[in-house]
């Protein structure tokens, strides 16, 4: 089963946004991830309904084109006005992770 999740970090310089961070490993260095996602690609294409069991490897969300989302551990030490930071513990983050992904949304 594909873990599908993030950390979430409130920010208060925002108001109403939030930070999430992903962690991404290509999924063409995971055999049944890439197949999955074949499969999928091709129920799209063929406007066809995608298997009950493709859709729950996926988490009912269509496959992320960069690859497969992992969770990364985030902690929040400190901020002040109008400033807020957090970091992301580097030895937690997965060996196959090549990317990392920041996203805001309001």
Not at 4 to 20: D, N, Q
């Amino acid at each position: 089963m594909l873990l599908l999740a993030y950390a979430t970090v409130a920010e208060r310089s925002y108001g109403m946004s939030e930070t999430y961070v992903y962690g991404i490993v290509p999924g063409n260095t995971d055999l049944k991830w890439d197949k999955m996602k074949k499969v999928w690609d091709a129920c799209e294409e063929a406007c066809c309904e995608v298997p009950k069991v493709v859709q729950e490897y996926f988490g009912h969300e269509p496959p992320d084109p960069a690859g497969i989302i992992v969770e990364l551990r985030v902690t929040r030490p400190s901020g002040k006005e109008m400033e807020d930071w957090f970091e992301v513990e580097v030895v937690d983050i997965p060996g196959k992770v090549k990317t990392i992904r920041f996203v805001r949304r309001y």
